[in-house]
């Protein structure tokens, strides 16, 4: 655990450095925040929810009930999988766009389905994008990875 704990700092840390986040909090709402994301994400992979519900009360006490009512449903459906698995899964479920939570290229980033309507070109969604936060993947890019990949397999 003390191992995930440094990764997150380290992660805080870089993150920080791109954003700003620490210095200028008030340019970040709930749902961009990055320094709630890297949290969540790491509360999520590990089930250290003391952590995430200490961070919301200090600074969206507003949105910490809801949130952590969420976060409990949410932790059910974190998975880790390897490429096989990954690649049946996004086949079983019609899965046409991905979204992560941190760099879609850490080996800790947890990707949750975005909606994709049957009528909608999935490229639209896959669009350039900037920043180390919420970005969409094609599934076939995920499926590349060296590493197993964590996924939210809630279904929209």
């Known amino acids: 655990m003390e191992v995930q704990q440094n990764n997150m700092g380290k992660r805080i840390t870089l993150y920080d450095e791109y954003y700003g986040f620490l210095e200028n909090p008030s340019k970040?709402?709930?749902?961009?925040?990055?320094?709630?994301?890297?949290?969540?994400n790491y509360a999520l992979r590990t089930g250290d929810?003391?952590?995430y519900e200490f961070y919301l009360k200090e600074v969206f006490p507003d949105r910490a009930i809801e949130e952590l009512h969420s976060f409990d449903k949410d932790i059910n459906y974190i998975q880790q999988m390897g490429r096989e698995e990954l690649a049946l899964w996004l086949i079983d479920n019609k899965v046409k766009v991905l979204q992560s939570d941190i760099n879609t290229t850490d080996k800790d980033a947890i990707f949750r389905i975005v909606p994709v309507a049957d009528t909608e070109n999935p490229d639209t969604y896959l669009q350039q994008q900037e920043g180390l936060i919420l970005n969409n993947v094609a599934p076939s890019e995920l499926i590349t990875f060296p590493y197993h990949v964590w996924i939210n397999t809630k279904l929209p």
């Open 28 to 40: 970040f709402n709930f749902d961009t925040n990055p320094h709630r994301l890297i949290i969540k």
């Open 49 to 51: 929810k003391i952590l």
